[in-house]
């Protein structure tokens, strides 16, 4: 989840205390000697609809093998917010910074989000199933995931965001919208939606309602909302339209991926240890949550690469 000064909700708490929270999910953190380990890199996917639209070369975007880096220059976090340790598991491979994998899209005169898909669209579907094959991932979440990995190509091409990186939240949030039963449908909305634990105090925070229940259905306390897991206070500053409908819903897996890259990226360049520890802890201020997604997006480019 998003996290705002008022209170930290650590999904790696719910993992543990709430059953079924995340079914399926492969998330798990290791230690920080398995962490050192790890190294900024990055899994090329090139042959994207931005390459053949600017220069018809292959061009890249990353799926990020999620940087990590020595215990010691890790980001601290305060001790009240700190997360039980989830169970021991096999730490997710380290991969090469290569791949065969490709992003290939439909040529296009220039690479602008459509009415209907925005960056999404330009996602070819041989890809998708191509990796969702590889990955485990649902092939509409890997569609959100990727589309904004590219929009985030083309508007803040610095960030060097990764689609692995969105996937791997998206499946400690939700495990890919698929949380208590709810699942993404053709739409990408999350059916029925998603909402995380009333955040009013203990182990999850507390926040009193920003939105008059608005967007999470509750008007005395807040709740994280949608795959993606943002409060709603957030969502208010980095909610997007990633499809193109012109509504912005945090339940909708393209705009909660849009709203995740843009909140990422606000960090800066994410092809760094630290700039990519960085924006992962703002995402939620736990150094466990940040290991456990850096499990995760390196197994998924490790899939990849390897498949």
């Excluded at 008022?6 to 059953?19: E, T």
């Excluded at 996602?123 to 094959?133: D, G, K």
């Excluded at 819903?249 to 630290?274: F, N, R, S």
Aim: a negative charge; aromatic letters at 6%.
């Amino acid at each position: 989840m998003v996290n705002s000064n008022a209170g930290v909700w650590c999904a790696a708490v719910l993992v543990l205390g709430i059953g079924g929270w995340l079914a399926g999910t492969a998330a798990a953190s290791q230690s920080d000697e398995n962490a050192s380990q790890l190294r900024a890199q990055q899994v090329e996917l090139p042959e994207t609809a931005l390459a053949q639209a600017l220069s018809g070369a292959p061009s890249s975007v990353a799926a990020d093998a999620a940087p990590t880096q020595n215990a010691q220059n890790a980001p601290t976090q305060n001790a009240q917010n700190s997360p039980a340790q989830p169970g021991p598991a096999q730490p997710a491979p380290a991969p090469a910074a290569s791949s065969a994998a490709t992003l290939a899209a439909a040529s296009a005169p220039a690479l602008l989000p459509t009415a209907t898909g925005g960056y999404a669209a330009h996602i070819s579907a041989s890809w998708l199933q191509m990796v969702a094959n590889q990955t485990g991932i649902p092939p509409r979440a890997l569609r959100g995931y990727a589309g904004a990995a590219l929009a985030l190509s083309v508007e803040q091409p610095n960030c060097r965001l990764g689609w692995s990186t969105l996937a791997a939240l998206g499946n400690i949030e939700s495990g890919h919208g698929t949380h208590a039963g709810s699942a993404l449908g053709a739409d990408g909305v999350a059916q029925p939606s998603i909402y995380g634990p009333q955040l009013s105090g203990g182990a999850f925070g507390a926040i009193r309602d920003t939105d008059g229940g608005v967007l999470d259905g509750d008007p005395v306390w807040d709740r994280a909302v949608g795959p993606l897991q943002f409060i709603p206070s957030t969502w208010k500053r980095w909610g997007a339209d990633g499809n193109g409908d012109g509504i912005a819903d945090p339940q909708q897996i393209d705009d909660a991926a849009l709203a995740a890259a843009h909140y990422l990226c606000h960090y800066g360049h994410l092809d760094t240890v630290e700039g990519w520890r960085a924006a992962i802890f703002g995402y939620n201020h736990s150094t466990v949550y940040v290991d456990d997604v850096a499990n995760v997006a390196n197994d998924y480019a490790g899939r990849v690469k390897q498949g």
